[in-house]
């Protein structure tokens, strides 16, 4: 059922990635599991000229990494665990991602309502120093607010980019917020920063990793989406490409496991057992509801729920993203957004701006992740560490071989964290870093304009013959990248809009399934746009996307049915959505013919 295990019925031929590989079956290191911390690791290496193989046995950024709240944070809640290491990171990651991609990472304002002066203080102490809450939670007040606040503050003024937090009396904070529960006492505003598209941010990553090697690295980089890791061979890991079952060994020096909540499964694979990880499950709905839009009034609401849980409403993308939960998870199950947390966000929204209706008719797009945290035992789940470390085993396959296991990581330290786990892996090759990623700017941020006036010289330049409107489209979309995706789109000389999809034309898609490893149908839907997320996946974007994707990829019409049945499942299943998949008329199976 999930992305990970189902066989496709795509075309059988070995892939280009896949067949790089078998060319070569050898590297010094093998990075198995392609999410953000993942990838981060694969740039950084290649970027070392380290020879480097990753694989992810779905599709890149489509497990934990894809279940995020788009949202690069300082952790402003850690202060209360006594992360201050964790937060000291956090803070100057994000203001680093704010300079080093500024196509994808923006300053986010966040406002904490409050309720109370002083509720909160008593249990503070109690919550920090033992990690439990007695009795009934309560909501933090202005006073421990503002102490927090004041520390967040302080682990900016190193390289900070967004301004210091302020607070508002209940008359001003009416003003600003007039739908919000007219019992607030008071507002406090700070600066976060928001990832519009984590996906295509780590998109960029991969790619960074990718032209490194091509760019005079005698190592290569190579990576792989829809491979897994399941057991050793030969003295090697024994790998299976999920779309045509071929399986293959391959050897190296240092095995890097970064599967996230199954990192454990992993490591059982590879024979070894270990007991890590102790995820959480954190669902999200996104909304179609224009009041609770403009209620935000262009930021995010971030505060504590009646049952101490913190939690968000966030305008994103035109919609109303609403989360999160904190559950304890079983990552051999599938997570999926279950209709009590459902009603658990409504019950959020209301406790904030009780005259805003909200409704199921208005959720355009669910999903749901584990969070990929260490084994927390009796701990209860907002209290579990959100730091990351490093385990050090051997490969069970050659004892010879050692292998890193990481522990946590969130989106927000990725660069910090792929640092660390590269300087450790470097150690054991005895290499050194002769690159570093501090002031690295990534994928399409490189030269991208933070200005108008630099924006529409940007347009000026690259439109070469579109529109100056659709430059700026493709600028916003992917960064200085975009002058790839227009030269690709020129080349085919039409740029006509689709007919269901009129922001999007043939070309530009068929450029996303050529250059960034598209496999499967939902890879487009859910990843390589944001489609599915804003609520845009109608019955005939589907369709034509399908025939596009088909064509693309040389599919035969029962192969493009079988596509469109297993996507529907899985966008049913995992996101609430409700499509069909009739039966292809003969126009478009002779169309899908002539393509192969």
């Not at 309502?113 to 009934?136: C, D, M, N, V, Y």
């Not at 505003?189 to 998109?203: F, I, K, S």
């Not at 040389?554 to 996507?567: F, N, P, V």
């Amino acid at each position: 059922m999930t992305d990970s295990t189902t066989e496709s019925a795509a075309t059988q031929d070995v892939r280009s990635d896949v067949q790089a590989i078998l060319d070569r079956p050898t590297a010094q290191v093998l990075v198995i599991g392609g999410g953000i911390n993942g990838v981060g690791t694969f740039r950084d290496l290649a970027l070392q000229g380290v020879d480097v193989i990753l694989v992810e046995r779905s599709d890149f950024i489509s497990g934990a990494s894809a279940a995020s709240s788009h949202m690069i944070h300082g952790g402003v809640r850690y202060l209360e665990n006594g992360e201050f290491r964790l937060v000291r990171e956090s803070v100057q990651e994000r203001n680093r991602l704010l300079r080093l991609a500024p196509h994808y990472v923006k300053p986010l304002p966040t406002t904490i309502p409050i309720f109370s002066t002083f509720s909160g203080i008593l249990s503070a102490p109690l919550r920090l120093l033992t990690h439990k809450q007695a009795g009934k939670p309560k909501e933090r007040g202005a006073l421990l607010i503002k102490l927090g606040l004041t520390g967040y503050d302080s682990f900016s003024r190193d390289g900070g980019t967004v301004p210091r937090h302020e607070f508002k009396g209940h008359k001003k904070s009416m003003q600003k917020f007039p739908k919000l529960r007219d019992s607030v006492k008071y507002t406090a505003r700070y600066y976060d920063a928001a990832v519009e598209n984590p996906e295509r941010l780590a998109l960029d990553i991969i790619g960074d990793g990718r032209a490194a090697a091509k760019s005079g690295a005698a190592a290569q980089a190579r990576s792989v989406n829809y491979v897994e890791a399941i057991g050793d061979s030969d003295g090697g890991v024994l790998l299976r490409d999920t779309v045509s079952g071929t399986e293959f060994t391959v050897k190296a020096d240092v095995i890097v496991n970064t599967s996230g909540p199954w990192t454990d499964i992993t490591n059982k694979a590879l024979g070894k057992v270990t007991s890590f990880m102790g995820g959480t499950k954190g669902s999200h709905i996104v909304l179609d509801n224009q009041e609770l839009y403009d209620a935000c009034a262009g930021g995010e609401i971030f505060f504590e729920n009646n049952d101490g849980r913190i939690v968000l409403i966030y305008p994103l993308n035109g919609r109303v993203l609403v989360g999160t939960t904190d559950i304890d998870a079983d990552p051999n199950e599938p997570s999926v957004t279950t209709e009590e947390e459902v009603d658990y966000f409504f019950e959020l929204v209301s406790h904030v701006f009780p005259t805003i209706a909200v409704d199921r008719s208005q959720i355009v797009y669910r999903y749901s992740g584990i969070r990929p945290l260490p084994k927390h035992d009796d701990t209860a789940p907002g209290f579990v560490s959100r730091d990351y470390r490093i385990e050090q085993t051997v490969f069970a396959g050659d004892k010879k071989t050692p292998v890193l296991s990481l522990v946590g990581g969130k989106w927000t330290t990725w660069r910090a964290l792929s640092e660390h786990l590269t300087n450790e892996t470097l150690g054991l090759l005895k290499k050194t870093r002769t690159v570093s990623t501090e002031d690295l700017q990534i994928g399409g941020g490189v030269g991208f304009p933070t200005t108008d006036s630099g924006s529409r010289a940007w347009v000026s330049e690259h439109s070469a013959g579109l529109s100056a409107e659709r430059t700026a489209q493709l600028l916003k979309r992917y960064g200085t990248k975009a002058a790839g995706v227009i030269a690709y789109i020129t080349e085919r000389t039409d740029d006509a809009p689709l007919a269901s999809l009129p922001d999007y034309s043939t070309a530009e898609i068929d450029y996303l399934i050529a250059k960034e490893y598209v496999v499967h149908l939902t890879d487009v839907v859910l990843r390589r746009t944001i489609v599915a997320f804003i609520g845009g996946l109608t019955q005939p974007v589907f369709d034509e996307l399908s025939v596009i994707v088909g064509k693309q990829l040389g599919w035969s019409a029962a192969q493009l049915a079988d596509e469109r049945t297993r996507a529907v499942k899985d966008l049913d299943f995992f996101h609430g959505l409700k499509l069909e998949a009739p039966a292809l008329t003969p126009a478009t199976s002779e169309n899908l013919t002539d393509a192969k």
